[in-house]
């Protein structure tokens, strides 16, 4: 059997820098010829970046998309890589114009693959499933290929697949089947989402058994908005063995010698097929030549914690939003309490110390373990740690209006949210919030006030797991003998607010480990009361917290974005009205 050795480039493109991203394709491939690749493959739309939403409806953008592609073949082969397939997602369109006002925009556009070799783009294919479900909403977007691609690689044939395709049976693996190919690439941007990687390994498994054909995927990694990318590219033989697994979120090129049958006959350059497919068949006339000594081990990266796959997505999706947006630094309150302490933790893992800045904004209810608890944070993790009382500022308030209750614990929350806003446009900083999950779930925040920010890094983590988060990232720095950032009384002290006197969370919601379940089992698994009930959940306390879920709608949709690690998160992923009269019932 022929041995065709695969580069996988794992790599983290930017939405829209069609010319950055063409210069990460240009660096990897010349890292994948220099480690003796005869074919490398980069993530579904690589050139533009993924999802590039309602920019498919720019006609600029589509052209300077294809043109990208174009210069990118050019510049491949001027840079001694001509030789070497180069397999590339990229936006095209083959349809009539796109207009957002036209009765179906951005009819036409395709979500694509090429294959550029000899300073030519030799193939390309259009994804064939399109996503439409969660934070997807391809059938807006895209028109569905119809055609299979296969390219005879050094005397291999090779289809060309994007992502969805390999998430249903059917379609491009059934037809590669019936095609006789040996190897299927599947260019990916698939989103994290926890535990996801345990079902992408079983998917490829199925997917190669469908295709009697080995499968390589490659997956993009970094953060886009509320999405984080882990990467997660493996290689799969046809019998389903894991020959070579890459690790999460960090860039990495996956590197391994796939032995696979080769080619019979050429068959007709275009023929019908199966499930109303054409496979279309295109040949790579020369190869770099066959490598010498054996590829470097690329190794079976092995599952970590839950915990800390959490961890370093939350990490990857904060610093690529900073960064990718050129802030120099970000800034938030630190109240003594854990949500601001995790979110200082990820954040100065995200950026460094020195580019973070905590400030501690005390009340006359903010008790002395508070301020002496975020100042601890501030020695450990070694911020930009600073005071700003804000007794003065409400006072002024009170002093000018007649305020009494909610709305005075409001005011200083917004008093809060004025001085962060001031220090980001005096100095720069992103304002981080710092609402969990199960806040935004119940709207236990003010507006304008703490919910104030451009980026919740723990917006989709339930307040539950944000004390596993803050155990685990302590107990992670104690076995690197490094110190742990997150103080232990910040841990274990009762949650509260501290806007009125003894103000404790447990006042106003459930203990969080009642109504986590109850918020996991309406949010994330649709259940309604009915289900929940039927769970074993108290009924007067199932009918409040669902009372208060449906009215805080308004709430979150004014939120901050954060990065999705769950199933389902506040956004794009779960869509109501706001105004809603509907209540779940018996
Ligand atoms: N449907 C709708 N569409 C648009 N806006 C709507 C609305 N319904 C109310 N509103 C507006 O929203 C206002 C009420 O919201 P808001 O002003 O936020 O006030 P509200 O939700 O009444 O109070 C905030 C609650 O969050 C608690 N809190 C605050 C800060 C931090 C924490 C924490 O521990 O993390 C907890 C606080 O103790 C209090 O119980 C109304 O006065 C009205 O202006
Ligand atoms: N005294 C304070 N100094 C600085 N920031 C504060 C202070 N109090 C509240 N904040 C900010 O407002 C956010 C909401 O905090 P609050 O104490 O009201 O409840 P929380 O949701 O339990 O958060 P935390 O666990 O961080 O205390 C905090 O995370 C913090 O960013
Ligand atoms: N870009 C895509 O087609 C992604 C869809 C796929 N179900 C995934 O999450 O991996």
Request: aromatic share 6%; hydrophobic share 40%; glycine share 10%.
């Amino acid at each position: 059997m022929p041995t065709l050795r695969l580069a996988l480039s794992q790599v983290n493109p930017t939405v829209g820098d069609l010319a950055g991203n063409a210069e990460l394709v240009r660096t990897w491939s010349r890292r994948a010829a220099d480690a003796g690749a005869q074919l490398v493959a980069f993530p579904e739309m690589m050139l533009t970046g993924y999802p590039v939403e309602d920019l498919v409806f720019r006609r600029s953008f589509v052209a300077a998309s294809k043109a990208a592609l174009e210069q990118l073949a050019a510049d491949l082969a001027a840079d001694g890589l001509g030789d070497l397939p180069v397999v590339v997602g990229y936006l095209d369109a083959d349809g009539p114009p796109q207009v957002s006002g036209d009765a179906q925009p951005g009819r036409g556009a395709r979500n694509a693959a090429a294959l550029l070799h000899s300073g030519g783009v030799v193939a390309t294919y259009f994804k064939h499933h399109l996503p439409n479900y969660g934070v997807f909403d391809e059938d807006r977007y895209f028109l569905p290929g119809d055609a299979l691609t296969v390219v005879r690689v050094g005397g291999v044939d090779v289809a060309l697949t994007i992502c969805e395709d390999l998430w249903q049976a059917g379609g491009p693996f059934a037809v590669a089947r019936q095609a006789g190919v040996g190897l299927v690439v599947n260019i990916n941007g698939s989103p994290y989402e926890l535990n996801k990687d345990d079902i992408r390994l079983p998917l490829v498994r199925r997917r190669a058994a469908e295709a009697g054909a080995t499968i390589a995927y490659v997956n993009m990694i970094g953060g886009q908005d509320e999405l984080v990318f882990e990467g997660d590219s493996m290689i799969v033989g046809a019998d389903g063995t894991l020959l070579t697994r890459a690790p999460q979120f960090v860039e990495h090129l996956l590197v391994h010698d796939v032995e696979v049958p080769a080619a019979g006959e050429h068959g007709a350059d275009e023929e019908e097929l199966a499930d109303g497919m054409r496979v279309v068949r295109r040949t790579v006339e020369s190869l770099p030549p066959a490598p010498t000594g054996p590829a470097a081990a690329g190794g079976v990266m092995e599952p970590v914690a839950d915990e800390a796959e959490v961890w370093q997505a939350l990490v990857l999706g904060l610093r690529d939003y900073v960064n990718k947006n050129r802030f120099p630094s970000v800034v938030l309150g630190l109240s003594g309490g854990i949500d601001s302490a995790v979110v200082a933790a990820l954040a100065v893992d995200a950026l460094g110390p020195q580019r973070v800045v905590g400030v501690s904004l005390p009340s006359q209810h903010s008790s002395e373990h508070s301020r002496a608890d975020a100042e601890d944070l501030g020695k450990r993790t070694g911020l930009d740690y600073r005071v700003e009382p804000i007794q003065p500022m409400v006072d002024t308030f009170l002093a000018n209006m007649s305020l009494s209750g909610v709305t005075v614990e409001n005011l200083q929350a917004r008093v809060r949210g004025v001085i962060l806003m001031a220090l980001s446009n005096q100095e720069g900083h992103l304002v981080l919030t710092t609402g969990n999950k199960s806040e935004l779930a119940v709207g236990y925040s003010t507006l304008y006030g703490d919910s104030v920010g451009g980026f919740n890094p723990v917006k989709d983590v339930w307040k539950t797991l944000i004390w596993r988060l803050a155990k685990w990232r302590n107990a992670d720095a104690a076995s690197r003998g490094e110190t742990p950032p997150i103080p232990e009384s910040s841990i274990g002290k009762p949650p509260s607010a501290e806007l009125s006197p003894g103000q404790l969370d447990s006042d106003t919601l459930p203990d969080y480990d009642a109504l986590d379940p109850i918020l996991i089992g309406y949010v994330d698994g649709d259940l309604g009361r009915k289900g929940l009930l039927e769970s074993g959940h108290d009924p007067a306390v199932v009918d409040r917290v669902l009372r208060m879920v449906d009215t805080a709608e308004y709430k979150r949709r004014q939120s901050a974005p954060g990065t999705k690690i769950s199933i389902k998160a506040f956004g794009r992923d779960r869509r109501l009205p706001i105004t809603n009269r509907w209540r779940e019932q018996g």
